[in-house]
């Protein structure tokens, strides 16, 4: 199993959550953070498209994992970026307690995660 599709965990308080990312070109190209928490069966996939403004990794210069707009970079190989898109999905409601997976434009999330990374 390669790094980026290995499983790895995020303790948030008394909850854990089952991690992945990974670069697939499904429809197109795409970056993708999928996240569970422990114990259910539902999860959530955020995923990152790129457009004119949102940017992706395409084998140039910039790392996987690394998603940005401008300036503003955060990749999502860093436990502490994905703790950032967990809180903001938390309170955004999408991972509540749900029987179903969910497919969300992750790009939705990414100015709160950027605004938890930079407020530290």
Known sequence: ???QHRRRVLTVGERQYLWKTYHQHADGCE???RLRETGSVAGLTLAFRPD???HVPDGG???AGD???GDRVLNLNE???VRAFVDAA???GWMAQTRTAGRRN???LFDDAYARIANG
Do not use: Q
Request: glycine share 8%; net charge negative.
């Open 1 to 3: 199993m390669t790094k």
């Open 79 to 81: 436990p502490g970026v």
């Open 61 to 63: 210069m910039s790392a």
């Open 67 to 69: 998603i940005w707009i």
């Open 106 to 108: 992750g790009w939705d």
């Open 31 to 33: 970056e993708v953070l």
């Open 52 to 54: 004119s403004e949102r």
């Open 90 to 92: 938390v309170e955004a």
